[in-house]
């Protein structure tokens, strides 16, 4: 596959994934404005580190404190018409969260992208209605046919579908 090709395909999935995480983040930076808020924030992430460590310690953990911090959290974002999952990235993949790549094979999203690519590539970026059998010049046939005839100087057509 060509480099450059995958490269901007790559670069159009990595924009999506740094959109999400950059609307999360102003979303949390305007919830820590608020003096309490950002208090049950550290309280929360230190909790989160000291339960951790228990864990690996295999310690009991309680969860009390840290469920209760979450919901005074919830409370807050709620009255400024936030949730807790607005904190989070919203990938538009939910397969690879917006990487491109699931367990090191390409995702369907960076697919879909490369195949966007490809058709801008070839300079017939419409869609046609589907060739039917039965028909031997059909609608979509007619428009192909016209397009090759004044396109005669590109070598390559791109046609994509199922099989058959």
């Known amino acids: 596959m060509n ?24 979303y949390l930076l305007l919830a820590l404005k608020d003096e309490h808020f950002k208090r049950l924030y550290v309280e929360q992430k230190e909790l989160e580190i000291e339960i951790a460590k228990k864990i690996a310690f295999g310690e009991d953990v309680s969860f009390e404190r840290l469920n209760q ?12 018409g936030l949730n807790g999952i607005d904190l989070l990235p919203n990938y538009e993949c939910k397969e690879c969260n917006d990487t491109g790549y699931v367990r090191g ?3 369907s999203c960076l697919k879909q992208q490369i195949n966007k690519q490809l058709l801008e590539f070839s300079g017939f970026t419409h869609r046609l209605a589907s060739f039917e059998e039965s028909k031997v010049k059909n609608k979509a046939f007619e428009i192909m046919e016209k397009w090759c005839d004044l396109n005669s100087s590109k070598i390559n057509v791109l046609l994509s579908g199922k099989t058959g």
């Open 69 to 80: 911090i979450k919901g005074e959290q919830e409370f807050f974002l709620k009255s400024k």
């Open 105 to 107: 094979n390409l995702c």
């Open 3 to 26: 480099r450059k090709l995958l490269a901007k395909a790559q670069k159009k999935i990595d924009e999506k994934r740094l959109f999400a995480e950059e609307r999360a983040k102003e």
